[in-house]
């Protein structure tokens, strides 16, 4: 597939991922590179959703280390528990956090940001790393993106 995303105009965000999902499949279909795909599927989402943060930890022993992410600089490694991604990471579960300032613990890396999720990404039934994806506003996520964010994780 071409490198380049086809854009549906719509504010309908459920929408937004069925348009999204089966370019995304294109991308990383044939590519066993996991970073290369990591890459890809971060910036698909931000070009889609044009969220504050986009991006990937993976896990490095006891940590979480910053891996392929689009958007400001961010936090290089996150300790097991700590903050929503850590927390998402021992607890094998996807965090939706509607205000991030009322999550204990939160790591704030940007100041700008309002609502987060995190999922867990899998492989043969491990986790290896989170999606961290942070925005600009209140409320950003719901049981909608943790659905399709889901299928694009399946899709590596």
């Known amino acids: 597939m071409a490198e ?4 549906v105009q719509t504010d309908n965000k459920e929408e937004q991922y069925k348009h999204l999902i089966p370019q995304v499949k294109g991308l990383v279909e044939g590519e066993n590179n996991l970073i290369a795909n990591l890459a890809n599927l971060s910036a698909a989402i931000m070009e ?3 969220f504050l943060w986009v991006g ?3 896990v490095d022993k006891n940590e979480l280390v910053l891996g392929p992410f689009q958007g ?3 936090c290089a490694r996150i300790a097991k528990g700590k903050g929503v991604c850590g927390s998402a990471w021992e607890q094998q579960k996807t965090f939706i956090v509607p205000n991030v300032d009322a999550f204990p613990g939160h790591i704030a890396c940007s100041s700008l940001s309002k609502s987060e999720i995190v999922l867990p990404l899998k492989k043969d039934g ?3 790393g989170v999606l961290d994806i942070d925005s600009f506003e209140l409320n950003t996520f719901d049981e909608i993106d943790e659905k399709y964010l889901t299928q694009l994780l399946n899709l590596l």
């Open 126 to 128: 491990e986790i290896i």
């Open 72 to 74: 400001p600089v961010a």
């Open 56 to 58: 990937f930890y993976l």
């Open 4 to 7: 380049d995303l086809s854009l």
């Open 48 to 50: 889609t959703f044009k």
